[in-house]
């Protein structure tokens, strides 16, 4: 590559976003990395998450990667630069664990649904990514791992993600051994929600955004909240918080409307209200 073409490529930024129909669809743009999440993709990841948070045009949100690989997690050579430091880089790497999960969690928080886009390997903090987003499709040839245990570093903040999608002796056993799994093996383990060929990926994706992004955004965004609410609350307290979430949504303009469009078999008029 010459020293022009080089420029040019440091120059790309690290995130693209392409806005279409209600839905938003951001691709991590650090193809030679495998999309490795360094300190600067993780603060461009986690303001644009907050930016269609607040944008009401946006009703659904696509994650993908560029290059071969959706996501091969941190950046072990920003990691590893920082160990010059007088602390041996505890610094960083306290302030990257900190930025991942709170990219994480901005996912988790978004009142818009988020759809992973997997077309390649998704390890380490990039399996934790899908993990974290609320649906997933995965093309035929995408590997799924939390190989830290292989490098002496275990996924532990990949693994809080983890196990919230997969029964425990599943996350364990990805833990433990470090070993890829393919994309049919994290469907039948609950890691994603559809296995695809990789020339159908693309249109899969879109209609189950389509068809999500149809919904009334007010009703999706309650839901979407209610879910991650009352699975940390034991059952007779999720009970409660759902039923009076219920009660709140069923007085909401787009509940009315809604039922009554049902009745009146006709479609209904959303207000995302």
Not at 20 to 38: C, D, E, Y
Not at 84 to 104: E, V
Not at 221 to 231: N, P
Request: proline letters at 4%.
């Amino acid at each position: 590559m010459s020293e022009a073409a080089a420029r040019t490529a440091e120059a790309e930024p690290l995130l693209l976003r392409e806005d279409k129909g209600g839905v938003a669809r951001l691709t991590m743009n650090r193809p030679k990395q495998r999309n490795a999440l360094s300190e600067e993709l993780m603060r461009a990841l986690t303001a644009e998450i907050g930016a269609i948070a607040a944008d009401p045009s946006i009703r659904v949100v696509v994650l993908g990667g560029a290059g071969p690989a959706f996501c091969a997690g941190h950046d072990l050579k920003e990691l590893t630069a920082a160990r010059s430091g007088a602390d041996r880089g505890r610094a960083f790497f306290a302030r990257t664990m900190q930025l991942c999960s709170t990219l994480m969690q901005a996912i988790v928080n978004c009142p818009k649904p988020v759809i992973a886009r997997v077309h390649g390997i998704a390890t380490a903090a990039g399996c934790q990514l899908v993990a974290s987003c609320d649906l997933a499709i995965a093309v035929e040839e995408a590997k799924f791992a939390t190989p830290g245990v292989n490098i002496g570093l275990f996924c532990s903040t990949p693994m809080v993600a983890l196990s919230r999608n997969v029964t425990r002796k599943h996350a364990m056993e990805m833990l433990l051994t470090g070993e890829m799994i393919s994309a049919t093996r994290a469907h039948e383990m609950g890691l994603v929600n559809r296995v695809v060929a990789a020339e159908a990926l693309d249109a899969e994706v879109a209609q189950l955004a389509d068809l999500i992004a149809s919904k009334s955004a007010l009703t999706v965004s309650i839901g979407k909240k209610a879910f991650y609410e009352q699975l940390e609350k034991p059952l007779a307290d999720a009970y409660a918080y759902a039923s009076e979430v219920m009660v709140t949504n069923m007085l909401a303009r787009d509940a009315e409307e809604g039922i009554g469009a049902f009745i009146e078999k006709r479609d209904p008029k959303w207000e995302d209200r």
